[in-house]
């Protein structure tokens, strides 16, 4: 019970007052991310230093509590981190998510490991991925890029 206490609390947070939800001014990366199933719509903003760290982020668009709150959640780890520890930190979220983690990943995830429940439910996890499936094609393009859509 005290998990799912805290999974609301987070997920409230996160919804009520979004760290990241708002738009650049001159984002170098741009790319929209697009749930079609449900309806989730971001569009996901970075800075990328030439070094490789993730400068700054932003989100915005509309979609259900899980959508945005994983974004939100998904930016406030990934700024101030380099491209490859983003990927690495995505590609343990997405484990966490298919129920394949080790408890030090999952304190790896901070605030992003209270989700680890929606891989319980399957209608919802589309949309706990949204972001981070996005952030992954802004880190492997480089580049600016039009939409990528969760299948």
Known sequence: MQNRTFYNEILTEHNIH??????????????????????????????????????????????????????????????????????????IFLKMIKEKITDEELEMLEEAGSLQDISHMPSRVKCAVLGWRTLEEILKDGEKSESVTTE
Do not use: W
Not at 30 to 36: A, E, H, I, K, Q
Not at 53 to 71: K, L, P, T, V
Not at 75 to 88: C, D, F, M, R, S
């Open 18 to 91: 979004p760290l990241y939800k708002t738009k650049m001014i001159e984002p170098q990366h741009s790319l929209r991310g697009v749930n079609p199933s449900c309806g989730d719509d971001i569009t996901l903003q970075l800075n990328i230093s030439d070094d490789g760290i993730i400068e700054e982020g932003a989100f915005f668009g509309d979609g259900c509590a899980i959508s945005q709150a994983s974004a939100d959640m998904m930016l406030e780890l990934v700024i101030g981190k380099n491209v490859e520890e983003a990927l690495k930190l995505k590609d």
